[in-house]
């Protein structure tokens, strides 16, 4: 029977019950974590090969280079190829850098501030704003904060993002820039972005000449299910639609192979492709062509990923189950939480009662179980309806998922029934 439901005398037994039941979690004394989306150790080892690559005997690449020395600023061929192939974009619109997207995406955002983009009026010259598709990542938004981006929310649904708010927005305001896009299991909601919203996003007119779609294309090969969707082709989509410069496209290996020391990816239309290394050119000599090398040598081919992905999903997939599972049994049927059920990528979004996510994450905390700050999904830190919490199953081993969980069910009741009483 769901909360709202209950009788004053069994909305008030089940409170005594659940305070008890929160005392013995905090006397069990856990110490467990769910706040980051990092793989797990037993992840991580899939890809020890890497270590011992590309060996001492093999310097060059496929075409003769010596991969020890400067040089080759847009990245191995080899381990382009695969990521082209992954992605499908040409190869020639791809280039790959070093272990970070993150960094990518400040560069090509700090690029277009200082310089503008090809010809254009740098942004930083003027205001700028940047449409943050809520909840998102935490990561996205504090980056285009610190760069001096206004950050402007709008909704994003499982199903997708708000269009008809985002097409108002992007027709009526010039200093609106950019959107973060996160196309395929978004952070945190696992919401994927169809053929038919991307045709919008990139031909929708704006009243900014240099509106770009941020494409960080973080999880495009993790899939949870047996539907493994194929990449939207976004870069032809924009130029079908006549405006091929507007979107950056960003990936990485991290979540395939190491998180700190992976290999990660730019792509754009080809003039975006020399715009950003005419200015890449001024930063850097040439990025790390030995980690290309490994990571080529190891993957091998787009099947060499795919194969590796379901790997990971082997491992990781029960985790997700196990959050399913736990949520259902323990909130399902008070009425007090939804949360999402994800095909792929890192996380899983619970919505508890307004209001009380700020004290579910205290709850949980004393009780030992790290939970990502309430309204690190929104721009700004700032849930107003305080309600997101994101969960980040990948890293702890299973047994303390299903701990971790089942401890956060107790504080997202108790915390619910304490508000029902006030
Ligand atoms: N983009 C998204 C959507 C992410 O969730 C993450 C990490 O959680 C990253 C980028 C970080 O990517 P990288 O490790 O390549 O910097």
Same mark, same amino acid.
């Given at each position: 029977m769901s909360l709202a439901e209950l009788s004053p005398a069994d909305l008030s037994a089940l409170a005594e019950e659940l305070t008890t039941s929160y005392a013995e979690l905090k006397d069990a004394g856990l110490k467990l974590d769910l706040t980051r989306g990092k793989p797990s150790a037993e992840q991580l080892d899939l890809s020890n090969e890497l270590l011992s690559l590309?060996?001492?005997?093999r310097t060059t690449d496929g075409s003769g280079t010596d991969i020890r020395n400067y040089g080759g600023l847009e990245g191995l061929p080899e381990i382009r190829q695969i990521f082209a192939d992954l992605l499908g974009i040409p190869v020639a619109q791809l280039i790959a850098a070093d272990n970070s997207s993150l960094s990518v995406m400040h560069d090509s955002l700090a690029f277009a501030l200082l310089h503008g983009r090809a010809g254009g009026t740098p942004w930083a010259t003027r205001p700028h704003k940047i449409l943050c598709p809520t909840p998102g990542y935490d990561r996205h938004f504090q980056l285009a904060e610190d760069l001096g981006f206004e950050l402007i929310s709008v909704d994003l649904s499982a199903d997708g993002p708000d269009l008809e708010t985002i097409k108002r927005l992007v027709a009526e305001d010039e200093a609106i820039k950019a959107i973060w896009v996160?196309?395929?299991?978004? /952070? *945190?909601?696992g919401a994927v972005y169809s053929e038919a919203v991307t045709r919008e996003l990139v031909s929708m007119p704006t009243a900014a000449d240099d509106f770009t779609v941020l494409w960080d294309n973080a999880y495009a090969v993790h899939h949870l299910t047996d539907d493994e969707l194929a990449p939207v082709d976004v870069l032809g989509l924009a130029a079908e639609a006549? /405006? *091929?410069?507007?979107v950056f496209v960003y990936a990485s290996t991290s979540k395939i192979t190491f998180a700190g020391a992976g290999v990660s990816f730019f792509g754009g239309s080809p003039a975006t492709v020399a715009w950003y290394l005419k200015h890449l050119s001024k930063r850097t000599i040439g990025p790390d062509k030995t980690n290309h090398l490994r990571h080529a040598l190891y993957l091998k081919d787009a099947d060499g990923v795919r194969a590796l992905m379901r790997r990971h999903r082997a491992i990781i997939a029960p985790k997700f189950d196990a959050v399913e599972r736990i949520l259902g049994d323990r909130l399902g049927s008070y009425g007090v939480a939804t949360w999402t059920q994800p095909h792929g990528g890192y996380f899983v979004t619970l919505d508890v009662v307004e209001n009380t996510a700020t004290e579910v994450v205290r709850l949980a905390k004393e009780a030992g179980i790290a939970l990502t700050p309430a309204g690190s999904s929104h721009p700004y830190g700032k849930d107003p309806q305080d309600r997101t919490i994101r969960i980040a199953p990948t890293f702890p081993p299973l047994d303390q998922v299903t701990a971790a969980i089942d401890g956060v069910a107790t504080c997202v009741l108790l915390a619910a029934v304490t508000k029902l009483l006030r």
């Open positions: 590309p060996g001492a005997d996160v196309p395929t299991y978004a /952070n *945190p909601n006549g /405006n *091929p410069d507007r």
